[in-house]
């Protein structure tokens, strides 16, 4: 994963590594624009609205909010019931390659000793439908904090349910993700240290 190694990060002092699961763990222009697709067509059922209005709704919600499941919480519906009906619509493997070299970094990773997660604004449904074609066991790590499990990014809870459920101080674990302002940030403000793994600036 670009300049991230293992003995890198050993000389850090990190215990633990944490993944966003989309745009880190892998990239698909395909499964982003079926994904899109899916969250319009949900958002156009749940308000009775047509597909421009429900894209533009998007648009307005992520501005506003940062997170869609923040968004939609925010007029009313509840985050089970929009991922419910979204997780029907989509069929990851169609789109997503299985990455044996992502599962072989991960295993070297864990024989050498660290603890790794998976963090996700997704609900957990998903997130293992989006692992399961990745071909990465969700056994692989310690802990995988969704948004069934608590609120999404850039809110602080899941990070702090994550370095509570390792057991660890928040300088010990490296957050890796592809989005500064509501991945990066929150975890450098927890006094995490960070790895951007996008080649595109802050924001």
């Not at 190694?5 to 633990?16: G, V």
């Not at 997130?127 to 990014?153: N, Q, S, Y």
């Not at 592809?178 to 990066?184: I, N």
């Amino acid at each position: 994963m670009g300049g991230l190694t293992p003995s890198r990060t050993s000389s850090l002092k990190i215990r633990a590594l944490i993944f966003d699961l989309d745009g880190t763990l892998y990239t698909s222009k395909d499964y982003t624009r079926h994904l899109l697709e899916g969250i319009i067509k949900t958002l156009a059922e749940l308000f009775s609205m047509g597909e421009d209005d429900a894209f533009k709704l998007l648009q307005d919600l992520r501005a506003r909010y940062g997170s869609i499941t923040l968004g939609v919480e925010s007029m009313g519906v509840k985050r089970s019931e929009f991922y419910g009906r979204l997780v029907e619509k989509l069929d990851p493997e169609r789109f997503i390659a299985a990455r044996p070299e992502l599962l072989k970094f991960l295993e070297e990773l864990r024989m050498m000793g660290f603890k790794l997660g998976c963090h996700t604004n997704a609900s957990r449904l998903l997130a293992e439908k989006v692992l399961g074609a990745l071909g990465i066991p969700p056994e692989i790590f310690d802990v995988i904090v969704t948004c069934d499990d608590a609120e999404p990014k850039p809110m602080p809870e899941g990070y702090l349910k994550i370095v509570e459920a390792l057991g660890l101080r928040p300088e010990e674990i490296l957050y890796v993700g592809d989005r500064w302002k509501v991945e990066l940030e929150p975890a450098k403000r927890l006094g995490m240290r960070t790895a951007l793994v996008a080649d595109k600036p802050r924001g």
